[in-house]
């Protein structure tokens, strides 16, 4: 079992920046690789960025490829999404995923543990 909890979310103005954490426990951190996926209001759950075992091996969705970059520290067990020109369309709420496996990682179904969420919100 694994427990993530996102924080770092909150209300930016358009061009600002946000950066998003997800903290884990349980099993070993680093036996998993990591997603974050967003949820707007009335849209399906979107993948957004994932980042296998290590701290190699990233994935982006084309909407926010050189704008947001995901990370990890496997000794704190954290993953993290640094989120820069942030846009009123980037408005959802983020989540965390983990996944045992190493290949999938852009769809949501493919995770096995998920955090609660945290809100972002950006203004025009």
């Known amino acids: 079992q694994v427990q993530l909890v996102e924080s770092g979310g909150g209300l930016v103005q358009a061009g600002g920046s946000l950066r998003l954490s997800c903290a884990a426990s349980?099993?070993?951190?680093?036996?998993?690789?990591m997603g974050w996926f967003r949820q707007a209001p009335g849209k399906e759950r979107e993948f957004v960025a994932a980042?296998?075992?290590?701290?190699?091996?990233?994935e982006y969705a084309d909407s926010v490829k050189g704008r947001f970059t995901i990370s990890r520290d496997n000794t704190k067990n954290t993953v993290y999404l640094q989120m820069n020109s942030l846009k009123p369309e980037d408005t959802a709420v983020y989540y965390c995923?983990?996944?045992?496996?190493?290949?999938?990682?852009?769809?949501?179904?493919?995770?096995?543990?998920w955090g609660q969420g945290t809100q972002v919100t950006v203004s025009s």
């Open positions: 995923a983990a996944r045992y496996g190493i290949v999938g990682l852009t769809t949501s179904a493919n995770y096995d543990y």
């Open positions: 349980g099993r070993t951190f680093s036996a998993y690789a």
């Open positions: 980042i296998g075992r290590s701290d190699t091996g990233t």
